[in-house]
């Protein structure tokens, strides 16, 4: 079974703290990605990652940037966090089949409060 | 851009009821379909996907979702809901990229069950 896992359920920080959220994947998949889940709107995707050392902006990255210095770790970051940052986390990862599709495996998410 | 469309925020069914999660989909091209469980506290799971071929798609736990091109549509069903059943569903599209899918998610339908 694919694990993906985040190194803290619960985190609470204070405004203007920069704020790392950690993943791992133990599947050797080569995608990876960092949503925010809000009630009423979803998952929406922040950053995703196609290989080690690459980034794509997602549709929410303003206020975020990412790192993946290793193929099965890719961390979030929040360089000064707001109160609007407040969220539900999920990271996912991925790797491409031979049809050229995907299908991405979440880890069990971190619940940011910044206060 | 593709959108997803869950209609229904909350359903509230019986034990041993049918059930049927309605998604609508918006994409210019085939899409690639699936639908996400999020049991509380929990990361995504899941539930089934379409790519291409049979149109009515069998996924985990029982729950089977049927893909309609024409009415933009890939509803979610199970002939006989259970009391672990009760969570969060999350209907996707994914836009195909070179690198697999890029997914964008609808806002949920929260089932509840009643006994």
């Known amino acids: 079974d694919v694990k993906v896992t985040q190194s803290s359920r619960y985190l609470v920080k204070r405004t203007g703290e920069k704020v790392f959220l950690e993943c791992v994947q133990d599947?050797?998949?080569?995608?990876m990605f960092w949503y925010r889940q809000d009630p009423g709107l979803g998952l929406r995707l922040i950053y995703f990652?196609?290989?080690?050392?690459?980034?794509e902006k997602g549709d929410i990255p303003e206020g975020y940037s990412v790192s993946r210095e290793k193929k099965e770790r890719f961390s979030l970051i929040l360089e000064s966090a707001s109160t609007n940052q407040t969220s539900m986390y999920l990271c996912?990862?991925?790797?491409?089949?031979?049809?050229?599709?995907?299908?991405?495996?979440f880890g069990p998410g971190t619940r940011l409060t910044v206060l | 851009a593709q959108s997803v469309t869950q209609p229904d925020i909350h359903i509230t069914v019986s034990e041993g009821a049918s059930l049927e999660l309605r998604c609508n989909y918006s994409?210019?091209?085939?899409?690639?379909l699936f639908w996400y469980v999020q049991s509380p506290g929990q990361g995504l799971q899941l539930l089934l996907k379409?790519?291409?071929?049979?149109?009515l798609v069998q996924g985990i736990k029982g729950f089977e979702a049927e893909f309609k091109r024409s009415q933009s549509s890939f509803n979610l069903r199970k002939p006989s809901v259970h009391w672990s059943d009760a969570a969060e569903y999350f209907c996707?599209?994914?836009?195909?990229?070179?690198?697999?899918?890029?997914?964008?998610f609808g806002a949920g339908t929260i089932l509840r069950v009643k006994s």
């Open positions: 996912a990862s991925s790797r491409k089949d031979s049809t050229g599709s995907d299908t991405q495996y």
């Open positions: 599947m050797d998949h080569e995608n």
């Open positions: 990652s196609y290989d080690v050392k690459m980034k």
């Open positions: 994409y210019g091209a085939t899409p690639y």
């Open positions: 379409y790519f291409s071929g049979d149109t």
């Open positions: 996707a599209v994914g836009e195909l990229t070179e690198y697999g899918n890029k997914l964008v």
